[in-house]
T-cell receptor, first 114, second 115 residues
Framework: NAGVTQTPKFRVLKTGQSMTLLCAQD?????MYWYRQDPGMGLRLIHY???????AKGEVPDGYNVSRLKKQNFLLGLESAAPSQTSVYFC?????????????FGQGTRLTVV | AQKITQTQPGMFVQEKEAVTLDCTYD???????LFWYKQPSSGEMIFLIY??????QNATEGRYSLNFQKARKSANLVISASQLGDSAMYFC????????????FGQGTELSVKP
């Protein structure tokens, strides 16, 4: 049972390059989330999705785009990477409706922009 | 506006003692859930405990308990009988049930357990 899988796990980008981070979950979860984690800042919500074909902005959406074309996948795109986007990115997913259900996390993607 | 605050960047506790990690929140939604996660140095996020806004009892899971004070908007995590393996980052999080599933986290508290 894979749970939440993030691809890639590590990446180094040059300033101005673009890339897409893939999050895949096999638990049939409705909700999916993208976070970035920086020292002293905790996890900050970038974008999230409450279902296939829907996305919403989180706390720090600038410089990122997302798509949820299939229920099991949530893609995070960086169109023109900047050094300020150097971070660890986490994807998470959870069920909708059942109040007690927690979010399950991927293993993280460490992105460095030089 | 939905907000989570953890005011303790770092905490130390002696092995076998209890420790309380603070979390305060702000929301206008009467229905919400509060979560605590642990992140060891390996980086994975581990779910610890959940408290619903309408739950009458404080949540407990083994050595973890959540001291939920609704009027004060606080949801402190209590770890009893600390172990060396409890050394990690701890994050408090909140999801408003009527706001489309948005889940936000606090800044985290780094707990160090001393032998």
């Amino acid at each position: 049972n894979a749970g939440v899988t993030q691809t890639p796990k590590f990446r180094v980008l040059k300033t101005g390059q673009s890339m897409t981070l893939l999050c895949a979950q096999d638990m049939n979860h409705e909700y999916m989330y993208w976070y970035r984690q920086d020292p002293g800042m905790g996890l900050r919500l970038i974008h999230y999705s409450v279902g296939e074909g829907t996305t919403a902005k989180g706390e720090v959406p600038d410089g990122y785009n997302v798509s949820r074309l299939k229920k099991q996948n949530f893609l995070l795109g960086l169109e023109s990477a900047a050094p300020s986007q150097t971070s660890v990115y986490f994807c998470a997913s959870s069920y909708r409706g059942a109040k007690g259900t927690e979010a399950f996390f991927g293993q993280g993607t460490r992105l460095t922009v030089v | 506006a939905q907000k989570i605050t953890q005011t303790q960047p770092g905490m130390f506790v002696q092995e076998k003692e209890a420790v309380t990690l603070d979390c305060t929140y702000d929301t206008s939604d009467p229905s919400y859930g509060l979560f605590w996660y642990k992140q060891p140095s390996s980086g994975e996020m581990i779910f610890l405990i959940y408290q619903g806004s309408y739950d009458q009892q404080n949540a407990t899971e083994g050595r973890y308990s959540l001291n939920f004070q609704k009027a004060r908007k606080s949801a402190n995590l209590v770890i009893s009988a600390s172990q060396l393996g409890d050394s990690a980052m701890y994050f408090c999080a909140m999801r408003e049930d009527n706001q489309g599933g948005k889940l936000i986290f606090g800044q985290g508290t780094e707990l160090s357990v001393k032998p």
